[in-house]
């Protein structure tokens, strides 16, 4: 197969390589791959899920270990369900040891875990503002998705001093044209993490807020984007949508959101365009610190881990930066395949695999 820096092959991410080199530049000791089940969680209750968990653990655990493959939460996976993953894992192998991640922080997770990948992909998206003398100061944003990615999203970009004027699920999006402040965050968390319901009842608790069924936040005018619902759902028309409202900058928290054709046509329109694998990396390298900490019997404070997250998402610019700047524009795909591939390709011509 060719390897060509401009363009993330979906037959990469299908083996697992989007992964592999999103891991890689974390700079931390990680491999990676991608794994699933077609196990649908909506309208299932606790026990129906924990048995699903137990069941899939009572598979999994001989293949799993500290030191071999270590599992942690993507989309449909959030707290409960590693904790049911866990909880089977221990009692099979009656060892309490970091065999996966996104636990809870009463038995080995992570402070700061839960808020990586959104929190991280806002660092991101400061650096590539900051790099071209910028900042989210006062930019407004449109975010897709109210799942752990996009609250977190917009929890960072609230505090970073973003106005965040959308949300959505599913089902649709909300429109707050005054802003979703922390107050409002506060009422989204405990709608979608507590009670798992839907993104419209938002609509029904601020007036000013408009529900779109059916529809995708793209439309909405703005200067920051930040997908981070779920794979392609960001289209060629929609990146034309975003481009002709003005848009600066777009940090993908969910993974391939944007279909290979809006992402060239970001890139041709010298849109700030922060892929994926660098963008969203701040949660695997939270599992990774997660790692360490078990490793070392320890749990490292919060301020701690922020400080460490913030540094390796300016290390994965930095590493973009150097390997996609040309002609005063960064191409931020071509910089982080390069980085991703250097660095796996170099660990495995060390190995001797060639
Ligand atoms: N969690 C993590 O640490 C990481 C996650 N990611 C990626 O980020 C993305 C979001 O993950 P995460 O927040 O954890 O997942 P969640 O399950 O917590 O949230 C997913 C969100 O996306 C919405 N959604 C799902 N399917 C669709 C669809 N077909 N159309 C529109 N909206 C949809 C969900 O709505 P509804 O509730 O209606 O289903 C929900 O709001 C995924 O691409 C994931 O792979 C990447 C790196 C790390
Ligand atoms: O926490 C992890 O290890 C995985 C995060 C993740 O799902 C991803 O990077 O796509």
Not at 72 to 101: H, M, P, W
């Amino acid at each position: 197969m060719r390897f060509d820096p401009d363009v993330t092959l979906s037959v990469l991410k299908f083996l697992g390589f989007e992964q592999v080199f999103k891991n890689s530049l974390t700079g931390l000791p990680m491999g990676g791959a991608k794994g699933g089940a077609n196990f649908n969680p909506k309208g299932k209750s606790d026990r129906e899920v924990m048995r699903f968990c137990q069941s899939l653990m009572t598979e999994l655990h001989r293949h799993i270990g500290e030191d071999t493959d270590v599992p942690a939460g993507d989309i449909g996976v959030g707290g409960r369900e590693i904790s049911y993953l866990f909880g089977q894992y221990k009692r099979l192998e009656n060892r309490f040891v970091g065999s996966l991640t996104g636990k809870g922080l009463t038995f080995g997770g992570s402070l700061v875990r839960t808020e990586a990948t959104g929190y991280g992909c806002v660092y991101f998206c400061e650096n590539m503002l900051n790099h071209a003398g910028d900042s989210l100061q006062g930019k407004t944003c449109v975010v897709s998705g109210s799942g752990n990615v996009a609250i977190y999203t917009a929890e960072n970009a609230i505090e970073l001093g973003a106005k965040v004027v959308t949300l959505s699920d599913s089902s649709g999006f909300v429109h707050d044209p005054d802003g979703i402040d922390a107050e409002k965050l506060v009422f989204i968390k405990s709608l979608k993490e507590v009670d798992r319901g839907r993104i419209s009842e938002y609509a029904d608790h601020f007036s000013r807020a408009k529900f779109y069924a059916g529809q995708r936040p793209w439309s909405v005018s703005c200067e920051v984007a930040f997908p981070c619902a779920t794979q392609n759902e960001l289209s060629l028309d929609d990146a034309k949508t975003l481009i002709g409202n003005g848009v600066l900058a777009v940090a993908e928290g969910a993974n391939m959101p944007t279909e290979l054709a809006g992402a060239h046509a970001f890139v041709n329109s010298k849109v700030l365009f922060g892929p994926a694998k660098a963008a969203n990396a701040g949660g695997v390298a939270v599992s990774g610190l997660e790692q360490s900490q078990n490793a070392l019997r320890l749990s490292w404070p919060r301020e701690d881990v922020d400080t460490k997250l913030k540094s390796i998402m300016s290390d994965i610019h930095q590493k973009c930066v150097k390997h996609g700047q040309a002609n005063g524009y960064v191409n931020y795909v071509r910089g982080a395949n390069i980085a991703g591939f250097i660095k796996v390709a170099d660990a495995m011509l060390a190995y001797g695999v060639v």
